[in-house]
């Protein structure tokens, strides 16, 4: 394996760069340039470092801001976790991971690099099951429950981000079911967004509306 292919953690001082770089008003395409660096150069500590806790909520925010149309993307101050904007208006928006009971990614993906690293081979961990597809709507509810709690002022928009071993809107009744938990807290926040993998459900007061990317068309 050669040299340019070693997965390694940020150093401090490529953390500070990172984040003023980050935290400045920038283009969609610029913003998901710099995420793609991070990839390339740290491979799995991206999502198992701490200190690249704002590449993972900058992989969010990108998500959310190609989603919904977004101009210009920039991290916040926690809070807010991002923000984005539309040219006439920009929105706050903070981030809650909605994580099954004993799920940590940063040992996992700790774990892959180091395998990596080793030249060893690399089995993706794959969890999931009825267990884990029944837990999620309490888990979800625990989140919410959680991010209400701290009363924003003004209030953000709440992502939340579901790392469930599924795909919810797959199933109607769930996807109900998870859109009635998240009608609850909009007395908390203007909005709530269910993100899951390149798709959003985004529940509002007039209802909800689902937010996916544009399939190109068949040939």
Not at 17 to 43: H, K, P, S
Request: hydrophobic fraction near 40%; proline fraction near 6%.
């Amino acid at each position: 394996m050669s040299d340019e292919l070693i997965m390694r953690r940020f150093t401090k001082a490529q953390l500070a760069e990172l984040n003023g770089r980050m935290r400045a008003w920038t283009t969609l395409q610029d913003f998901a340039q710099m995420i793609e660096e991070v990839r390339a150069a740290a491979g799995f500590y991206a999502v198992s470092q701490g200190g690249l806790k704002i590449w993972r909520e900058a992989w969010v925010a990108i998500s959310c801001g190609q989603l919904s149309h977004a101009l210009r993307v920039k991290l916040g101050n926690d809070p807010p976790d991002f923000e984005l904007d539309y040219g006439d208006h920009q929105r706050q928006f903070e981030i809650v991971d909605v994580m099954p009971a004993g799920r940590k990614l940063g040992q996992t993906y700790d774990h892959y690099a180091e395998r990596w690293n080793n030249h060893a081979s690399i089995t993706l961990e794959r969890v999931g099951g009825e267990a884990e597809h029944n837990a999620l709507p309490n888990d979800l509810e625990s989140q919410l429950q959680a991010k209400a709690s701290k009363a924003y002022n003004p209030p953000p928009i709440l992502v939340a981000d579901i790392h469930h071993e599924l795909f919810p809107w797959t199933d109607f009744s769930v996807e109900q079911r998870l859109a009635r938990i998240a009608t609850q807290y909009l007395g908390h926040f203007p909005e709530v967004w269910l993100r899951k993998g390149a798709h959003i459900l985004r529940i509002t007061p007039h209802g909800a509306t689902r937010l996916a990317p544009i399939e190109p068309p068949e040939d």
